[in-house]
């Protein structure tokens, strides 16, 4: 049985605004095809095939009610022709499982879920071009929002994932029990599994795991409110939040990026624990950067480098000095921040912080924000992206290391050499699940001293 439906009052208006003026096409006319359903599963494909779908076979069976896997079939103006070739071979493969048809879509009825093929990859449909991924994402969840809108979707919710993933049985209840809490999006726990048999594609793979992790470390033991993953396929976003910062960035990659960035500003995230979803390793070129492209150099290279452990620890100095200035209101605590890293370190960190502009932003708050919110404000302005590039300017005094060293070295990991790869990954995601369940800027906080 499906449970009753309809948005939350306090998020109708503002989903029926958005869907007014920043939706996508495809949220404007739902097909008259589509049934009421439980949850909905958004996934952009790119050069898959129809495989992909046993990946939710085992979630969607578990769930309450039925669910709908919305699959956007996607590519650009300027895909590579022999990617948008594949893209053809699944809408054939799709269409001839098909039970019903519109305008630039089909629906499959498979025993565990139905399927909303969205075709944006023939031609006259495709995407326009650096809009790849992101706008995928965006179309799917918007036909969702509007689904949930039209009250025929009963979790208020875009769950979010990918093609080469296999969900866990609990992936829909675990989301929904958190709902009540009003969070800006939930992140799912996850791991990388060899799927293929090929032992240097895993290794490489859990390399690449392996530097996500040291940097989400690196950064919660900076005290940075921004340490969390941005992996697309671990992501689902309750519709108040998703409206409240108007969809997905229509970007060609790093659009989960930038989507928790500002999601963690309107309420905080919250980390799940349980069961992983299953990331089969794969390299693959369908984005410029990020999981694939990254993999693949890992594979040719056999070695993968992250930032200076003492980078975070530079940063660190930082983020206490903004709960100070927040307290006491006087730029003069931004000077002499890093005496005790020596002249080298000491010289590109000062140059860093005035590059990025910190000092000025936390003044100019100071006059339009009252005490209580000072922090929250600043911490909000100099959030994920300013972070990463600050710590990027370190990189002349701090040049970034090996991997392994680094992992060996770091006061937040501090492995002890010779550790398997494996054994480095499940160390570190062990240290990841001691870290809070709720971040982001928005989440309450304890101010940190500055040293």
């Not at 150099?297 to 709960?323: G, K, T």
Request: glycine share 8%; net charge neutral.
């Amino acid at each position: 049985m499906t449970r009753a439906r309809g948005l939350p009052s306090a998020t109708r208006a503002a989903a029926e605004k958005y869907l007014a003026r920043y939706a996508e096409p495809e949220a404007r006319q739902l097909p008259t095809f589509l049934g009421s359903y439980e949850a909905g599963l958004v996934v952009p494909a790119l050069a898959e095939s129809v495989a992909l779908l046993e990946g939710y076979r085992v979630a969607a069976q578990a769930a309450r009610g039925r669910v709908l896997v919305v699959l956007v079939v996607n590519a650009a103006a300027d895909t590579d022709p022999a990617l948008a070739a594949q893209n053809q071979e699944l809408l054939a493969s799709l269409a001839a499982r098909a039970e019903s048809a519109c305008e630039g879509g089909w629906l499959l009825r498979e025993p565990e879920f139905d399927v909303w093929v969205i075709d944006r990859t023939s031609h006259g449909r495709r995407l326009p071009p650096k809009q790849g991924v992101g706008l995928a994402r965006k179309i799917g969840a918007d036909a969702l929002l509007a689904l949930g809108f039209a009250g025929r979707l009963a979790v208020p919710c875009v769950f979010f994932t990918d093609a080469d993933v296999a969900l866990p049985s609990d992936y829909f209840a675990r989301g929904s029990a958190l709902l009540g809490s009003e969070p800006g999006a939930i992140l799912y726990p996850f791991t990388h599994v060899d799927a293929a048999g090929d032992a240097a594609l895993h290794d490489a793979t859990l390399l690449y795991e392996l530097t996500l992790r040291y940097h989400v470390l690196g950064l919660a033991a900076a005290g940075s409110p921004y340490a969390f993953h941005s992996v697309g396929s671990t992501i689902a976003v309750p519709f108040a939040g998703y409206v409240t910062v108007r969809g997905v960035p229509k970007l060609l990659a790093g659009e989960d990026f930038y989507l928790l960035d500002k999601l963690g500003k309107v309420a905080p995230l919250v980390r799940l624990g349980g069961e992983p979803i299953a990331i089969h390793a794969r390299s693959s070129r369908r984005v410029p950067f990020g999981t694939g492209p990254r993999v693949e150099r890992f594979l040719a290279e056999q070695r993968a480098e992250v930032m200076h452990p003492r980078s975070y620890e530079v940063l660190s100095r930082v983020l206490a000095v903004i709960d100070r200035f927040a307290r006491e209101r006087d730029e003069a605590v931004f000077r002499g921040l890093f005496s005790e890293f020596g002249a080298a370190i000491s010289a590109t960190s000062e140059a860093a912080l005035e590059a990025s502009g910190l000092g000025a932003a936390a003044c100019a708050a100071r006059t339009h924000v009252g005490a209580a919110d000072l922090a929250r404000r600043i911490h909000s302005w100099f959030d994920g992206l300013r972070s990463l590039r600050f710590l990027h300017a370190l990189r002349p005094a701090l040049p970034d290391m090996p991997c392994l060293s680094a992992t060996e070295s770091a006061p937040f990991t501090a492995l002890e050499p010779g550790l398997s790869l494996s054994a480095r990954v499940c160390r570190l995601r062990e240290a990841e699940r001691a870290l809070p369940a709720t971040c982001g800027p928005s989440c309450p906080r304890q101010p940190r001293p500055a040293r």
